[in-house]
Structure formats: C-alpha cells, structure tokens
C-alpha cells in the first residue's frame, strides 16, 4: 500500500513516518515535505535507507506537481500534516497560512478525489487538525468533538477551514475520511518556536524566557510520540466519516510549566537551585491569545483503547535530555533565518 505523508520532515510529522516505516513493512511512506524553516530531514537521518521509504521534496500549493505525483504514485491512504503551524507568525502573515493549510489542503483533496472517485473502498484521507479550531474555554470545561467552531487566530481559523473542507468532501463526494483534533504537543525534534523547546534552547543559553502578558493561560500537553501512536490507532481503527479529540489530560498554566521546566533544567545543567527562573521575563501578551484548551478524549479513549503512556513529568525530562544530547540539531536550526525571525518576534 502507498501511504502519502505531507509535512513528515516537521515535527509531528517526523514522528509519525518514524513509526509506520518501522512498523508497517509492507506499506510504503512517501513523505512529501517543502522543507520549509520548520522541516527537516535531519530528523529522520535513521530511516532515510530504509526501503519502504521514499522523500519527496514539494509544495502542497502547487497543483500541477501535486496532481503529477497522485497520477504517478496512485496513494490510497494519505496522512495530511503539513501545514504552517505557529500562532505568532499567523498574526504576522496570515496569508501565508490561507495559501498552505487551505488552498494545500483543498488541492490535496482535489488529487485524492480525482483519482479514487470511481471507488473509494479501502482508501483513507486521514486529516490532522489542532484543538484551537475550539477557540477558548474559560475557567472550566472541555473540548469535546460536538463543541462548535470557534477560531480565534489566524492559525486556528485556517486549520477549522481545511476541516470544513475536509468534511464537506465526505459528504459531497463520499470521500472516506478521519479528523483528529489534538492539543498541544512536546517532545524531541520540535522547532524552537514553541513555548517548551523555545525556553529550553534560551535556559541553554542564559537568554531571557518571554512570557506572554501574566502567564495564567493554561494549555493541555501531550507527548509527541503517544500523539504518533493516536494516529496509527485512528487510521487503521477509526470509524470513517468521525473526528477525534486528543489530549494529554494534563492541564497546565504557562507559569507553573515554565517554572517546572526552570526546575528541571537548573538539576541537569548543575546551575544554583532557582537559577533558571530568574530568566523568566512578563513581556507583552500575544494578540488574541486563547486563554485555555482543555480536551475531553474520552471518545478515542473509549472507542479505541487509547490513553498517554507518560506522564508530563516523564516526558519532560525526556525531552530536556534529547535537547541536551542533540545541541547540534539544536545549533543548525537556530542559525540564519531563525535569528532573524528571534528578532523580529522578541526584540
Ligand atoms: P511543523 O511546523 O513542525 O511541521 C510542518 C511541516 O510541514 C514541515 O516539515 C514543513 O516543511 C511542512 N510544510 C509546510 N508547508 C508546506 C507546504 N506548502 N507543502 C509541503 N510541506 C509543507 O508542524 P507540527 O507541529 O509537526 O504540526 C503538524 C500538524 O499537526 C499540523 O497540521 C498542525 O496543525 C497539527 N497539530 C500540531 C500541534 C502541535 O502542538 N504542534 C497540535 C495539534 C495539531
Ligand atoms: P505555543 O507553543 O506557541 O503553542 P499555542 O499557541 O499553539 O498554544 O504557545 C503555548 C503557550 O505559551 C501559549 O499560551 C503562548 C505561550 N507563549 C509564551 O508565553 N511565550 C512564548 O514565547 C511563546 C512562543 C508562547
């Protein structure tokens, strides 16, 4: 079976095509990618010979070379991930985000129709969406997958669009689909962009840990990998035609996770206990900002067995120790354009 994974040099991505190509020797993984600032191929140098997998580099906008390469490959199950990914540069370029996670998705939607049209058994559009489609909850309640949409960024507005067009595609053309709707990830490989590995890469460096407006919003985190297990779960078990919240049921406000994060640092870098939390710096509030995602995901729980196999405190250290091991990796994509874009963000 060919299976296409779009956006697998990213950071979920990555994840994801790591454990198909290992587990599943008899599909083949094609991971189409544009190498943007946020892929990178580094992050799968262990499977890159391995023989049921293939790279692709290409742009999920560009219609001619998408349509090409549906008629030349005929995938019958594809694993939608690419996208732009990060709230703040939706507020600094949301078109940027229109033309990827709509227009990307529509024109991958396109290919996937036109070419199973005349059957589609057997064959899967498996769409990965965020659960800031939501909006905002205040002090209490959760997320469930009836709660209506709600976007508040121009990240969230384009992934609830692509959505949208995901499930009118269903319905329309009786085109066999999935939806999950995850919350926030943490985990090796991610693009310090993002609250966890950002602070991790400036506690590294003695920089200053901007956080935004009090510090009371609260996000809910899962562990990148038991999110790669949901979605190998989802796309051989899911009901068609349904949509999935995932969540880590591990709620935390910004502050208290950067000051468990200072914690944690201070031990393994051998730095003066509370060191690290002297770096914590109130800068303004981002525009819009959410104030908490909370997920129920008891459906997934319930309907296919799944639950995070680590707790926060497991998958943080986790996490610290590969930044630590893989400075690097760290160093590579914290050259050139990221400084440019640091500063412009943050200076
Ligand atoms: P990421 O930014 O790390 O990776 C995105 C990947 O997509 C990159 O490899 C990039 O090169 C590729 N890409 C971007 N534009 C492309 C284009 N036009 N054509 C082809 N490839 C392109 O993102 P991520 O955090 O791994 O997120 C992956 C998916 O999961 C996204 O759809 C995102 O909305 C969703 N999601 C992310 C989170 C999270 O916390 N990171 C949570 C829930 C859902
Ligand atoms: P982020 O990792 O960008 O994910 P998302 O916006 O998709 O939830 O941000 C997580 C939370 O951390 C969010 O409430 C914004 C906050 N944040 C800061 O306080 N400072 C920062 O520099 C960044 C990047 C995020």
Redesign the pocket.
């Known amino acids: 079976m060919n299976i296409l994974v779009t956006g697998g040099a990213g950071f979920i991505g990555s994840h994801v095509v790591r454990l198909f190509v290992g587990q599943y020797p008899n599909y083949h993984i094609f991971n189409l990618d544009a190498l943007t600032y946020a892929g990178n191929l580094e992050n799968l140098k262990d499977i890159e010979s391995q023989p049921n997998y293939s790279f692709i580099k290409g742009d999920i906008t560009d219609e001619v070379f998408i349509n090409q390469l549906f008629a030349k490959h005929t995938f019958e199950k594809v694993i939608h991930l690419a996208a732009e990914s ?3 540069r939706s507020i600094t370029d949301p078109l940027a985000f229109v033309k990827t996670n709509v227009i990307g998705t529509m024109i991958l939607l396109n290919a996937f129709k036109n070419t199973w049209k005349d059957n589609f058994s057997n064959k899967l559009f498996y769409h990965i969406s ?1 659960d ?1 489609v939501y909006g905002t909850l205040g002090q209490t309640g959760l997320f469930t997958e009836t709660t209506s949409y709600d976007p508040n960024s121009p ?1 969230s507005a384009s992934k609830a669009s692509s959505d949208h067009f995901v499930r009118a595609y269903g319905e329309t053309y009786g085109m066999p689909y999935v939806i999950t709707n995850c919350s ?1 990830n943490y985990g090796q490989n991610q693009f310090p ?4 590995p ?1 602070f991790i890469n400036n506690i590294i460096n003695n920089k200053p840990l ?4 009090d ?1 009371n ?1 609260t ?1 809910d985190w899962l562990y990148v990998k038991d999110h790669a297990v949901a979605i190998d779960l989802v796309f051989h078990q899911g009901k068609l035609g349904e949509t999935y919240n995932i969540g880590g049921f591990n709620e935390w406000k ?1 502050i208290d996770l950067v000051k468990l994060l200072c914690k944690q640092m201070d031990e393994k870098l051998g730095r003066k206990k509370g060191a690290s939390e002297k770096l914590i710096t109130y ?1 303004k509030d ?1 525009p819009g ?2 104030l908490r ?1 909370a997920i129920d995901a008891s459906k997934i729980n319930r309907e296919l067995g799944w639950k995070p196999s680590v707790t926060f405190e497991e998958g943080l250290n986790k996490t610290i120790d590969w930044y630590l091991d893989n400075e690097e990796w760290l160093r590579h994509v914290t050259s050139g354009e990221y400084q440019k874009y640091y500063q412009k963000q ?1 200076d």
């Open positions: 990060h709230v703040d965020t800031e990240y926030n962009e993002k609250l966890i950002l901007p956080v935004y407006g510090g919003y996000r910004n800068v981002r900002h959410d995602y943050y």
